[in-house]
C-alpha cells in the first residue's frame, strides 16, 4: 500500500492543476487516472496529438500541454491507466492497472473525475451509426478519424466546437440539428451583462459560428420531434423546424445536449448532493475551497457542476491549497493570499454559465421520453417501464432496480441514472431532490477475481 498526502482522482485540467500546486506546496501527491495519457476529455491525448492534429483542434486545445508538463516533476506519482473502483476511510483507494489491483492511501482526497456527457434518448438513438458527440471527438483526438455524411443534433456550445473542427479537417457535418429555441436564447438575456465578463468565451463562440457559416452548413433551430430512423443501422433523421417536418439522409448521427458532473465516486463515500435546476442534473454540495461535508474530501472540477476547462483548472488549484493548509504544509495566511487572485479568476471565467445554462438547455422531449424510448441501455428499460413501476408505488431509482433493473448494468446508472429520476419525480408529482438518485457502492467499476488475487499476492510480498 502506498501512502501519499492527497489522492487526487482525474487528470483532466482540475485533477492536473491540483496535483502540480499540492506538489509545489511540497505534498506528495498520487494521481491516479483511466487513460495511458494525462488530459481528460478536454485535453485528451494533448502531448502527443497536439503536434499532429493541433490545427484542426485548436489553440484551446493544444494549451492542455502546460498543464500536463506541470505534473511531471518530483512529488507527484503519476498513475495512468489506473481504473478506481473502490475508495473507503482512511482514504483507502483502489485501483486496478495492467491486471493488477492496488491500493493508495492518504489523509486527504480530491476528486476530479469531470463530466459525463447527458444521454440523448430519442427514438432511434440505441442504432449503429448513432453516437454522443463527445465520443465522435475521441474519435478525432485519438485517432485522427472523422465520420463522413454525418448530422449533429441537439443543442450546446460542443455542437459548434466540433462541427468547426470537422470544417477544418475538410469534413462539415450535413447539417446542424439544433434544439434550442428564440425564446430559450431571450430568456437568457437577463444573464448577458454577467455574460459579458467572460466575453472571450463568448467571443470564441462566434468565431466558430463563422467558421460554419463559412463552409455553409445548414442549421435548423428550434428541432422537437427527433427521431433517427433505419432499420439495422442509422439511415436518416427527422424533425419538425420552422413549422414543417423534415429528413436529412446520413450514415453517422452526433447527439449532444450537454452535460453533467460524473457523481460516482463521490455518492460512493456518501458526499452530499443537490439538484441544480440552472443544470437540470444533480450536484455535490461543496464550499468556496471545493470541500464537501466529509472530512478531507474535496471535489474539483466538472465533477462539482460543470463550468468548462479554465473554472476547472483554477478550481483544482484552490482546493489543493486549501488540503495543504489542512496538513500544516501552507500557512493559511500564504493560502489566503495565493487564493485571492484565483477566486477572482474564477468568479470572471463563471459568469457565462448562467448565460448558457439559460440559452442552451437539454431537449425537453429527452428529458421526459416518449414510453417506447429505451432509457437504460445496458438493460433495454424503456422510459414506459420506469412509469409503470411508479404506478405500482415506486418512488425512487432504487426501489425502480428491483421492478425492472434499470442501473444494474455495467455502466451502474451513469447514463440513465438523471432520466430514472426525472421520470419518477415527474410521474410522482415530487421533486428530484426527493426523488433521490441511485445508491452507490463499490466496485465502482468493474474488478475480476484475478485482479484481487494479484493485489493479495502483491500485499503478502510486501510484508515478507
Not at 452548413?217 to 423534415?246: C, E, N, Q, Y
Not at 485571492?340 to 431537449?363: E, G, K, N, T
Not at 434499470?406 to 451502474?412: D, K, N, V
Request: net charge positive; with cysteine.
Amino acid at each position: 500500500m502506498n501512502q501519499h498526502d492527497v489522492i487526487v482522482v482525474g487528470a483532466g485540467p482540475a485533477g492536473m492543476a491540483a496535483a502540480a500546486t499540492a506538489a509545489g506546496a511540497g505534498l506528495r501527491v498520487a494521481l491516479l487516472d483511466e487513460q495511458p495519457r494525462a488530459g481528460g476529455q478536454i485535453y485528451r491525448d494533448v502531448d502527443r496529438v497536439a503536434d499532429r492534429r493541433g490545427a484542426i483542434l485548436g489553440a484551446d486545445f493544444t494549451e492542455g500541454r502546460r498543464l500536463t508538463a506541470g505534473i511531471r516533476r518530483d512529488g507527484i506519482d503519476h498513475v495512468d491507466g489506473a481504473v478506481v473502483w473502490a475508495i473507503e476511510d482512511g482514504f483507502r483507494v483502489s485501483f486496478t492497472r495492467d491486471g493488477c489491483a492496488a491500493q493508495a492511501t492518504a489523509p486527504k482526497l480530491i476528486l476530479a473525475t469531470g463530466a459525463l456527457e447527458r444521454p440523448m434518448p430519442v427514438p432511434g438513438w440505441t442504432l449503429p451509426g448513432v453516437m454522443m458527440a463527445g465520443a465522435g471527438q475521441i474519435l478525432l483526438k485519438q485517432s485522427g478519424m472523422l465520420a463522413r455524411r454525418a448530422v449533429i443534433v441537439g443543442s450546446g456550445p460542443l455542437l459548434y466546437l466540433i462541427a468547426a473542427q470537422m470544417v477544418r479537417a475538410g469534413t462539415p457535418p450535413l447539417a446542424l440539428v439544433e434544439t434550442q429555441t428564440r425564446g430559450d436564447l431571450v430568456r437568457a438575456g437577463r444573464h448577458l451583462a454577467g455574460a459579458l465578463r467572460g466575453a472571450g468565451y463568448l467571443a470564441k463562440g462566434l468565431k466558430m459560428l463563422g467558421e460554419i457559416v463559412r463552409a455553409r452548413v445548414p442549421r435548423h433551430a428550434g428541432a422537437t420531434d427527433i427521431a433517427i430512423v433505419g432499420d439495422d443501422r442509422a439511415k436518416a433523421v427527422t424533425f419538425r423546424s420552422g413549422g414543417r417536418s423534415r429528413s436529412i439522409d446520413c450514415d453517422t448521427v452526433f447527439l449532444h445536449h450537454g452535460v453533467v458532473p460524473n457523481t460516482q465516486a463521490a455518492r460512493s463515500i456518501g458526499v452530499a448532493h443537490r439538484w441544480d435546476a440552472d443544470q437540470h442534473c444533480f450536484v455535490p454540495i461543496v464550499d468556496a475551497w471545493g470541500a464537501t461535508d466529509v472530512d478531507g474530501v474535496f471535489i474539483a472540477g466538472d465533477s462539482a457542476g460543470i463550468g468548462g476547462a479554465e473554472v476547472a483548472e483554477i478550481a483544482g488549484r484552490i482546493a489543493a491549497l486549501k488540503a495543504a493548509a489542512d496538513l500544516g504544509r501552507l500557512a493559511q495566511a500564504d493560502r489566503d493570499r495565493q487564493a485571492a487572485p484565483l477566486r477572482r479568476q474564477r468568479d470572471r471565467q463563471s459568469a457565462v454559465r448562467p448565460f448558457l445554462d439559460a440559452a442552451y438547455p437539454p431537449y425537453a422531449a429527452a428529458l421526459s421520453p416518449a414510453d417506447t424510448t429505451c432509457i437504460c441501455r445496458c438493460e433495454e428499460v424503456t422510459a414506459g417501464d420506469i412509469r409503470t413501476a411508479a404506478g405500482l408505488g415506486c418512488i425512487g431509482p432504487n426501489q425502480a432496480k428491483a421492478f425492472g433493473r434499470a442501473g444494474m448494468g455495467p455502466c451502474q446508472g451513469r447514463y440513465c441514472g438523471l432520466t430514472v429520476t426525472a421520470i419518477l419525480a415527474e410521474a410522482n408529482g415530487r421533486t428530484p431532490d426527493e426523488t433521490g438518485y441511485f445508491r452507490i457502492r463499490p466496485p465502482l467499476k468493474p474488478v475480476t477475481l484475478g485482479e484481487l488475487a494479484a493485489m493479495d499476492d502483491g500485499d503478502r510480498d510486501a510484508a515478507e
